[in-house]
């Protein structure tokens, strides 16, 4: 996404007057609204299906996160009408993790929700605002800051008064058609994220699906042991999509071992063996900072986003590096949690940093995250929370075969280059966006002079 820009002179616009969200919101009913009392949801109005709660966690990305939701009966949701939000209404949190701000888009899994005890809904007057436009103003600094002014922090971080005090919020206020064009500006570059996330999951589940079927149920055995001719080969080769040569690879009988029924002629490794492991070493306290200043450094998961971990807090006394490309594990806190750093870092002793022999980023990042459910054990044990030490994490258990594991990264690495590279591609939309934000809402760009390419 590119635009085109003739300038017309910088500085604020003057003549945009703000108004009040007061003066924003729908003459509807319930317009500006709380969720239920706790008392009025209870776990056991949840359902499986039905009419979905919006909560803190489904505000934790770009508009509203709908991987997950708890559910109330129609009924319910009726009995709760005053909370009930629609596509394009505005969700804020005013309990809790204040400051989260989401958008119900027009294309919405649901075409109602009901909003949770910790959040209010908005409904505009779509005539003199568009809801995209408040919600990028409420993800802007000055927006954040007019939303945050009436916070307590005594007790449960709140915003006092809430609906009142959301009320009260004034907002820039352009004509509709300039409202209108910085939001297609802004969501043109939020579109482009959105589909390169999408397309690596694609990817990631295409690579995942690969390696299950060679690595965990070990297909390509099951298939051949049933082969009794060439042509037989070839059709079990079509059938798993893989080529004749490569189902050749694979022997047509299974043998025991201390992990169980495994290919013939495979090896059962270790961590240690199969894996360069550097363990975590957090930098003292002193050295941190957000200012760019030295090293970037990640203490743990709560750094991680999708796949590549996003740049929070540097260092200036790195002590110990993973290196571009190495697998991040978190091993305390909990144990398990990966992704894969996008160039050399600081990590601290809530990580650790993980590559195979064969230099392939595919094939380290799926064996390990196929050890999920070995690092889910430690998670249950002792009293405060899960952690994994060097000597057990590279004692872990791991199948071994070279020619295998070579042909599966001619297949799957460039699948997870592509995600590295529109990984990349996210970051710098999103730099842009962020530095485009507060000159589109203040005005300090004119959009009559822009035009989205």
């Known amino acids: 996404m590119r635009l085109r820009r003739t300038w017309r002179g910088l500085g604020m616009r003057s ?20 969720g239920p009392f706790g008392s009025r949801i209870k776990a056991e109005n949840f359902t499986n299906a039905g009419i979905p709660i919006i909560k803190g966690t489904n505000l934790n990305g770009d508009f509203i996160n709908e991987d997950k939701y708890d559910f109330l009966t129609e009924e319910k949701a009726d009995e709760l009408k005053a909370s009930n939000a629609f596509p394009l209404d505005i969700v804020i949190t005013h309990r809790g993790t204040i400051g989260q701000v989401g958008l119900i888009p027009k ?12 959040q209010l809904k908005v409904t505009l007057d779509q005539e003199k605002m568009n809801p995209y436009y408040l919600y990028y103003f409420f993800k802007s600094k000055l927006g954040q800051h007019r939303l945050l002014m009436n916070a307590s922090q005594v007790g449960v971080p709140a915003i006092a008064q809430a609906s009142t005090s959301v009320k009260k919020i004034l907002v820039p206020h352009p004509s509709l058609d300039s409202q209108n064009k910085i939001v297609e500006i802004l969501l043109s570059l939020d579109d482009k994220i959105e589909l390169n996330r999408k397309m690596n999951e694609t990817l990631e589940a295409m690579a995942q699906a690969l390696f299950k079927s060679w690595f965990v149920d070990f297909d390509p055995v099951h298939a051949k042991a049933k082969c009794q001719s060439d042509a ?8 798993l999509g893989i080529s004749k040569e490569i189902l050749e690879l694979f022997p047509n009988e299974f043998v025991e071992s201390e992990m169980g029924m495994i290919p013939e002629g495979w090896e059962v490794s270790t961590i240690e063996d199969e894996f360069s492991v550097t363990m975590g070493q957090s930098p003292s306290g002193k050295s941190y900072n957000e200012t760019k200043n030295g090293m970037i450094f990640f203490q743990g998961r709560r ?41 050399a870092c600081c990590i601290g002793r809530g990580l650790s940093a993980l590559k195979h022999k064969s230099n392939s980023i595919s094939y380290s990042y799926l064996s390990i995250k196929n050890l999920r459910v070995y690092f889910d054990g430690f998670n249950t044990e002792g009293t405060v929370f899960g952690s994994v030490n060097q000597n057990t994490l590279k004692s872990l258990n791991i199948l071994n075969n070279e020619e295998v594991i070579q042909k599966f990264n001619d297949v799957a690495e460039p699948m997870f280059q592509q995600i590295k590279n529109n990984s990349i591609e996210i970051l710098s939309l999103e730099k842009t966006r962020d530095i485009l934000l507060p000159k589109l809402l203040s005005g300090e760009l004119d959009v009559s002079t822009m035009e989205v390419i």
């Open 303 to 343: 750094d991680f986003g999708t796949y590549f971990p996003s740049e929070r807090v540097y260092t200036t006394e790195p002590k110990r590096l993973a290196k571009e490309d190495d697998i991040l594990l978190s091993v305390r806190a909990p144990v398990g949690d990966i992704n894969i750093a996008m160039k």
């Open 15 to 34: 003549e945009w007057k703000e108004l009040s969200i007061e003066n924003l919101k729908s003459d509807k009913k319930n317009a500006i609204a709380m």
């Open 107 to 118: 294309n919405s899994k649901f075409k109602r929700y009901v909003v949770s005890q910790s």
């Open 232 to 239: 037989e080969l070839e059709l079990a080769a079509k059938e």
